[in-house]
């Protein structure tokens, strides 16, 4: 790979700590005190099967975020994982809600929450590395 990749190293590393503690905060209370978490976030009663999977999602993210500290250009796709899926979730989900005119109150600590990822990983994510040949 001969071109210059521009890796903001800071905002890189930020966006797996930030990753694992909101993703990781969640997905821990989703897994082992969901009825807390409703309550916090002023959600609907959830199914617990659904409500763990996603729990479980998040979690997920958080672990594999710990090792984008050791080697965050090598787990970067994660970060491009969830920003897709926030983005889809914004267009795919909020955006008919909001159109509908149906918008929860409980919704807007999600769209906080999400817009701050979605722009922290816009900034971090070194988009020329991830779309690149690779020899590796």
């Not at 479980?56 to 796709?77: D, E, H, N, T």
């Not at 809600?97 to 994510?125: E, H, M, R, W, Y």
């Not at 988009?127 to 020899?135: L, N, P, R, V």
Request: charged share 10%.
């Amino acid at each position: 790979m001969s071109e210059k990749i521009n890796v903001r190293w800071g905002w890189l590393k930020g966006m797996y700590m930030y990753t694992i503690f909101v993703a990781g905060g969640f997905g821990l209370g989703a897994i082992f005190c969901p009825s807390l978490l409703q309550t916090a976030f002023k959600m609907p009663t959830q199914d617990p099967v659904v409500f763990g999977i996603v729990g479980s999602v998040y979690l997920a993210f958080a672990l594999v975020s710990i090792l984008g500290l050791r080697s965050p250009l090598k787990f970067s796709p994660i970060l491009l994982v969830q920003l897709c899926y926030k983005i889809v979730w914004f267009i795919g989900i909020l955006l008919p809600i909001v159109v509908a005119g149906k918008l929860p109150k409980n919704a807007i600590s999600f769209i906080v929450i999400f817009a701050t990822f979605i722009i922290g990983d816009l900034i971090a994510i070194p988009f020329s590395y991830i779309f690149s040949k690779h020899s590796d």
